[in-house]
């Protein structure tokens, strides 16, 4: 088995032993003043081309790590140096759930975050309440367009913020807001819509950074 200490340096590439094989992950750390919590930041759609190092997701990593939280980015099975085959979101959960399990186990004492972009906020709603996550932010939920099943996602019994670009032609803002809606929670998520933004927020990634950093302030937990 392949469990490696947590990593103290700024930016360290490790294989962590997943369900289906290694997978590649990088980990963070926070700016200082770090606070005692640990995100994982999951990728859009494998096949169409999503990995961990789409711009979103850097980006979306970086706006976390500015506000003290270390970040864990990896590859889903079969993609990038991750081992495996995609396996339709089922197998992508495991990936996800095995990355926690080594965080909880390096990191036992910090808070869990999720945060995912397109698919790859899909994968972490599924995962968020048995995960205990402390907080969760979803940037361009796929509610509608794709063969994803939001019908059975549990809203997360944290906080949530949901960010949607206005114009986004692959995600249908619509959908998005009026699933939220359906959902008809006591405490409905922070949702942030950005006008004239598209799916992978060209030209509005320092937008998208502040809009992380503003919807998070408020449950950042204290400094370490």
């Given at each position: 088995m392949t469990r490696p200490a947590?990593?103290?340096?700024?930016?360290?590439?490790?294989?962590?032993?997943?369900?289906?094989?290694?997978?590649?992950?990088?980990?963070?750390?926070?700016?200082?003043p770090a606070r005692d919590a640990v995100a994982i930041v999951c990728h859009p759609l494998p096949t169409d081309g999503g990995t961990m190092h789409n711009k979103v997701v850097t980006m979306a990593?970086?706006?976390?790590?500015?506000?003290?939280?270390?970040?864990?980015?990896f590859n889903f099975r079969?993609?990038?140096?991750?081992?495996?085959?995609?396996?339709?979101?089922?197998?992508?959960?495991?990936?996800?759930?095995?990355?926690?399990?080594?965080?909880?186990?390096?990191?036992?004492?910090?808070?869990l975050w999720l945060a995912g972009f397109s698919f790859g906020s899909y994968?972490?709603?599924?995962?968020?309440?048995?995960?205990?996550?402390?907080?969760v932010v979803s940037i361009a939920p796929p509610a509608a367009g794709r063969s994803w099943d939001f019908s059975t996602i549990v809203p997360p019994q944290c906080p949530w913020l949901v960010i949607q670009g206005e114009e986004d032609e692959i995600v249908d803002p619509q959908a998005v807001y009026a699933w939220i809606d359906s959902l008809k929670l006591a405490q409905p998520p922070e949702l942030v819509k950005m006008p004239e933004t598209s799916h992978f927020f060209h030209r509005r990634l320092m937008d998208l950074r502040g809009a992380i950093k503003n919807g998070i302030k408020p449950y950042l937990p204290e400094i370490a």
């Open positions: 947590f990593p103290t340096d700024a930016t360290a590439t490790l294989m962590l032993d997943g369900p289906a094989g290694a997978l590649e992950t990088i980990v963070e750390a926070a700016e200082a990593a970086r706006a976390l790590r500015e506000s003290g939280i270390t970040t864990v980015r079969g993609t990038g140096a991750s081992e495996g085959t995609f396996d339709q979101g089922r197998g992508e959960a495991d990936d996800l759930r095995a990355v926690a399990a080594w965080v909880r186990e390096q990191r036992p004492g910090a808070r994968i972490t709603l599924r995962c968020a309440n048995e995960l205990h996550a402390a907080m």
